[in-house]
């Protein structure tokens, strides 16, 4: 087991890799604890779960609304939770999102922890100290910044997760190392295997890496004022893609950053050579690499997403593997840019 410390605005928070569910009780208070899970994990983890009241939520993202966070709150009320009630979220990002809301939001806020149970919430979800939910289709438009005391990445959970589910994180994991992190790229192209068979050593080392490289950016810009920017590498297309091809999140980051590389390749920022390898490894891990709706309509979604203000994007290019930097792209750049690869395909 490896403990690693985010230090956050307000308060520090321990990520724990390859904690067992079994050791959990070591890092809970002793009583008033009340645990949130959803179906699917409560169904296959339900008897190991520490002996405290559970709250079960309807699994998957349309559960992550204000109203759950409400039935959370009266349920917390009708169990006569007070304030030194502590909030343990156990599941994937849609759980952690909304435990962690709801805990920041009963009775002014009480003390919370994770153990993230999906490859994506234990790269990302999980960490950094966002969390909300989703209202009128707008995604994650009520939230807070608040960093749980504890998250427990357990890596033995992850065998029972479904393999699209899995390639939601890895798409992640590989971001991370586009961003900040060369070796482990090269150890992932190399042990890709390895990782899709979800050898433990190996995972452990994945979700570790990971963790440090969205810590350390979210340690120096926890509430998003430039660096944490960063973390953005293949969701500015990769969410248009998502709404064009209705695939799942990670798929579409994986679009996403080989639409980041052909840029960047463009630009003079990267090697032929690099952006090819990248292109290898996420087809190694079975990302898709291309979307099926074409580049221009894509583009158009991209500029009609109903959020965006302005003419310009902050874009993230990647700067050789292992560095990226954050540009103010115009729409009509990536319009443009958008059509020439259309023509190329
Ligand atoms: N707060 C942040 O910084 C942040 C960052 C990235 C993503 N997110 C959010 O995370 C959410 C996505 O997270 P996710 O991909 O973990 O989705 P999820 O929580 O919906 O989990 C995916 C599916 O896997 C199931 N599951 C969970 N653990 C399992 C296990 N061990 N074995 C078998 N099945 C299991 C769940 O029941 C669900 O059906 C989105 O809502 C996204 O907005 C938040
Ligand atoms: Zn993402």
């Given at each position: 087991m490896e403990t690693i410390l985010v230090k956050g605005r307000y308060r520090n928070s321990r990520i724990l890799v390859g904690e067992k569910l079994e050791l959990l009780e070591e890092h809970l208070p002793e009583e008033e604890v009340y645990i949130v899970t959803d179906g699917h994990v409560k169904q296959l983890y339900g008897d190991e779960l520490p002996d405290f009241p559970v709250y079960v939520m309807e699994p998957g993202e349309a559960a992550k609304t204000p109203g759950t966070v409400s039935h959370i709150c009266q349920w917390l009320i009708n169990e006569e939770a007070g304030r030194d009630a502590f909030l343990l979220g156990i599941g994937g990002g849609v759980v952690c999102d909304v435990t962690g809301f709801a805990a920041s939001v009963y009775m002014r806020g009480i003390d919370f922890?994770?153990?993230?149970?999906?490859?994506?919430?234990?790269?990302?979800?999980?960490?950094?100290?966002?969390?909300?939910?989703?209202?009128?289709?707008?995604?994650?438009?009520?939230?807070?910044?608040?960093?749980?005391?504890?998250?427990?990445?357990?890596t033995a959970m992850l065998h029972t997760l479904p393999e699209k589910e899995l390639q939601n994180g890895l798409a992640e994991a590989v971001k991370h190392t586009l961003i900040a992190d060369k070796r482990m790229f090269n150890e992932i192209r190399e042990r890709a295997d390895d990782i899709i068979a979800l050898d433990d050593e190996m995972i452990k080392k994945l979700v570790?890496?990971?963790?440090?490289?969205?810590?350390?950016?979210?340690?120096?810009?926890?509430?998003?004022?430039?660096?944490?920017?960063?973390?953005?590498?293949?969701?500015?297309?990769?969410?248009?893609?998502?709404?064009?091809?209705?695939?799942?999140?990670?798929?579409?980051?994986?679009?996403?950053?080989?639409?980041?590389?052909?840029?960047?390749?463009?630009?003079?920022?990267?090697?032929?050579?690099?952006?090819?390898?990248?292109?290898?490894?996420?087809?190694?891990?079975?990302?898709?690499?291309?979307?099926?709706?074409?580049?221009?309509?894509?583009?158009?979604?991209?500029?009609?997403?109903?959020?965006?203000?302005?003419?310009?994007?902050?874009?993230?290019?990647?700067?050789?593997?292992?560095?990226?930097?954050?540009?103010?792209?115009?729409?009509?750049?990536?319009?443009?840019?958008?059509?020439?690869?259309?023509?190329?395909?």
């Open positions: 922890g994770f153990v993230a149970t999906t490859l994506l919430a234990q790269v990302d979800a999980a960490l950094g100290g966002k969390n909300g939910v989703n209202l009128d289709g707008f995604k994650n438009i009520m939230g807070t910044f608040n960093q749980p005391r504890f998250v427990v990445c357990s570790s890496h990971s963790i440090r490289v969205k810590s350390d950016i979210v340690g120096r810009d926890e509430i998003e004022e430039g660096e944490r920017r960063k973390l953005n590498l293949g969701h500015t297309w990769g969410h248009a893609v998502e709404k064009t091809d209705g695939i799942p999140h990670g798929q579409a980051v994986s679009i996403g950053m080989v639409f980041a590389a052909t840029l960047s390749e463009e630009k003079g920022l990267l090697k032929p050579q690099e952006r090819q390898e990248l292109i290898n490894l996420l087809h190694s891990l079975d990302l898709p690499l291309q979307s099926f709706t074409p580049a221009e309509k894509v583009f158009q979604a991209l500029a009609r997403d109903k959020k965006r203000k302005g003419t310009h994007v902050h874009f993230v290019l990647m700067n050789g593997i292992g560095d990226v930097v954050v540009e103010a792209i115009s729409l009509e750049e990536i319009g443009a840019f958008a059509r020439t690869i259309e023509k190329n395909m």
